[in-house]
Each structure stands twice: as C-alpha cells, then as structure tokens.
C-alpha cells in the first residue's frame, strides 16, 4: 500500500531536476478502481481519481499536492476525462516548476517518494 503523503515537509529539491522528465501513474492502493498517485522523477506530484458528484455526475478530480506552490490559480479542479486530468495536472506542474525555480534556493516537496 501507498503511504499517502501527509503536508509536512520532507525534501527541499532543486527544480530543476524535473526538466525533461516523464509523468507516471500507478494505483493509489491495490484494489484502487479509478485513482492514481502521479509520481515524477520518484516524488508524488499528486492525485487522479474519478468521483461521482450529485445528479449522478461523474468526474476526474485531480489535485497537485508534492510541490509547495501558492497558486493564485488553484491546484486541483475538475476534467471531463482522465486524459484531461492528467493533461490539468502538467500544466499546474510545470506552472509550478517554471514559478519554483525563479525561487531562490531549493523548493519544498510535501509528502513520500514514489
């Protein structure tokens, strides 16, 4: 089973680390049915699941929750499809990425390795 990460602090990574490099997903635990951890460079970058709203409506939910990053913007919403999930889910990222490494120093990453 997967340790969901918990918001505290557990690395200071360089962003730059992540120019280049690919999104997986796997099962967020074993029997998952539609929910996944997103993980790049082996950190959790965050979560994709599929939810039933009221009225029956059903969504993908996706949130960015491994990188600190005080988003004007949001960082989770809601997609159509998984596909579009995962698609929201970069773009917050690399927004992420391009914001953290104008930083000065390191950026916090909340949570477990993959």
């Known amino acids: 089973m997967i340790d969901l990460p918990a918001r505290k602090p557990t690395n200071q990574v360089d962003p730059s680390r992540f120019t280049g490099k690919s999104f997986t997903r796997r099962k967020t635990f074993p029997n998952s ?6 993980i790049v460079d082996g950190l959790i970058a965050g979560r994709i699941m599929n939810k039933t709203l009221p009225f029956q409506r059903v969504v993908w939910f996706w949130s960015m929750y491994g990188p600190y990053y005080p988003s004007p913007t949001g960082y989770s919403g809601e997609e159509e ?3 579009k999930a995962r698609d929201a889910l970069k ?4 927004q992420w990425q391009a914001w953290a490494l104008k930083q000065p120093g ?7 390795d993959g």
Not at 33 to 38: A, I, P, Q, T
Not at 91 to 94: E, H, K, L, S
Not at 106 to 112: C, D, I, N, P, V
């Open 81 to 83: 499809t998984l596909e």
């Open 33 to 38: 049915v539609d929910d996944y951890v997103v």
């Open 106 to 112: 390191k950026a916090t990453w909340y949570g477990a």
């Open 91 to 94: 773009v917050c990222f690399w």
